[in-house]
């Protein structure tokens, strides 16, 4: 998918829907044939946890009566100008709890949290920066039940989607769109870090293992991970991650999108850390300076620190090359799936 207005370098900023009301959090249940499939708290971008928020945030996330993840939100966001002139950039490290104006038609049963009988716009579907709501927009799309918002961030704005299929698949989706500046055109790399604090069942117990094929060392496709590390990603080798419950056996897989790779300032694709209370994000909030923006996931890393049978966090993180002064290209919009493999 690509924004409507294509050629341009978007549209005229248009911040007139006016104030959402109050509610923070919403308790939700998606009931399918009579059964509960999805159990979660959903908090919105404005009340978001993080130094500077991290879009809509999931907690205590369970799908069919088990926990899959404690926490889900993307506490980390930075952009780096690949020339940078005219007062743009050189970096930014951005915010992720303004939330911005949208299209949503629907009835509110939370000041704030819209429950949509069409699918809502936002400036990546529509290509207009107006709308009538600001908050969570939630909707139906075929086997999905889809939860969105719109935030604003100086001249960007940024779109985070997440998908629940009654298949228990889970996609986290993150859009990109901009109004019209003098920035806007010039080339930049967009990344967007996940931070995704995954129980299978329990907090303790669990195991990330790592999938290659070819196959790199043994005679398997898949290796645990022992230690806090820190992988890329790698198309060539299939790559993904599994993380179970060692107990009982359940199981979620890491599937990553059309993502990109990391780079000198993107850094990192993927880290397997063992929870701690105080890394929700680095610590970072809004600046310019290269040194300071760059995200540093790296701190949290120690190559003595246990993860296996642990609690575990993985953070994931894509790599998005933003230039609207080229039609065609990459979609606007990357992530990975979440998908069970067994429950």
């Known amino acids: 998918m690509r924004l409507a207005n294509d050629g341009s370098c978007g549209p005229p900023a248009d911040d007139s829907c006016g104030v959402a009301g109050n509610a923070q959090k919403a308790n939700v249940k998606i009931i399918s044939g009579g059964a509960t499939l999805w ?64 299209q949503a038609v629907g009835y509110d049963p939370l000041p704030g949290f819209r429950l949509c009988t069409s699918p809502a716009k936002t400036i990546f579907d529509s290509g207009s920066d107006s709308g009538n709501f600001r908050g969570v927009a939630i909707y139906v ?14 001249w960007y704005r940024y779109i985070p989607i997440w998908r629940f299929n009654v298949n228990g ?25 996940w931070r995704l ?18 196959i790199l060392v043994g005679n398997s496709n898949w290796h645990k991970k022992v230690y806090e ?39 990192g694709d993927l880290w397997v850390l063992r929870y701690h209370p105080n890394e929700i994000d680095d610590g970072q909030g809004f600046t310019t300076n290269a040194a300071l923006s760059q995200a540093h996931i790296d701190n949290f890393k120690s190559p003595a620190e246990l993860v296996e049978n642990q609690d575990v966090v993985i953070w994931y993180a894509a790599h998005f090359l933003h230039d609207e002064s080229h039609a065609g290209g990459p979609p606007h919009i990357v992530g990975p799936d979440i998908r069970p493999v067994k429950w």
Do not use: M
């Open 39 to 102: 159990e979660f708290q959903v908090t919105r971008p404005f009340a978001s946890s993080g130094t500077d928020g991290s879009g809509i945030e999931f907690q205590h996330v369970r799908y069919k009566g088990k926990q899959v993840l404690y926490q889900a939100h993307v506490p980390i966001l930075n952009i780096q100008y690949l020339n940078a002139t005219g007062g743009c950039g050189p970096t930014y490290r951005d915010w992720q709890n303004s939330e911005n104006c949208f």
């Open 197 to 214: 604090d995954f129980d299978i069942e329990t907090a303790a117990n669990n195991l990330v293992e790592e999938f290659n094929d070819p």
């Open 229 to 267: 590390i820190r992988r890329p990603k790698d198309a060539g080798h299939k790559r993904k991650w599994k993380i179970s419950n060692t107990v009982t056996g359940s199981a979620y897989e890491l599937v990553p999108g059309q993502d990109g790779n990391s780079d000198a300032y993107g850094i």
């Open 141 to 154: 799309d075929g086997p999905e039940v889809v939860f969105v918002s719109e935030l604003e961030a100086g």
């Open 169 to 193: 698949t889970i996609r986290p989706r993150w859009a990109f769109g901009a109004i019209d500046n003098g920035c806007t055109c010039k080339t930049h790399h967009h990344h967007v870090y």
